[in-house]
């Protein structure tokens, strides 16, 4: 958490540690790009799961789960592609609202839950 709290208050001003408008870029890259490599690996792995279900035996509901959770973790990935594209593209007075983008990982996260404890229900289980 505390890299992206240095990332933050460098971005709008609390912190002067970054000499240069060119570091605050890689880092915002960095942790950006960090971020989305380890969300896409955990989708990895959900994906590996949903590719043996028949050797796990996986009962309908688990792989509905196992499904959702791998979507949640592309979802959230994408999002750390996203704020990476935008700090890239971005004029420099504005890069750092790209920063501001993580946030939709909140709104992402809630609606999937939602839907998963909802589906869940209707099959049978709570979620």
Known sequence: MYPLKFLFLTAFGGAAALNSWQEYRE?????????????????????NALRQR???????????VTRTACLEEVGT?????????????LPRHHASWALLTFMLIAPLRTLT?????????????AG
């Open 77 to 89: 990935g994408c999002v750390g592609l996203l704020v990476c594209l935008l700090v890239a593209v």
């Open 27 to 47: 880092l915002a890259l960095l942790f950006a790009g960090g971020q989305a490599t380890l969300y896409f690996l955990i989708a990895g792995l959900y994906g």
């Open 113 to 125: 839950g939602r839907y998963s404890r909802r589906v869940s229900k209707r099959m049978g289980t």
């Open 54 to 64: 028949a050797r796990l035996a996986l009962t309908p509901t688990e792989f509905f």
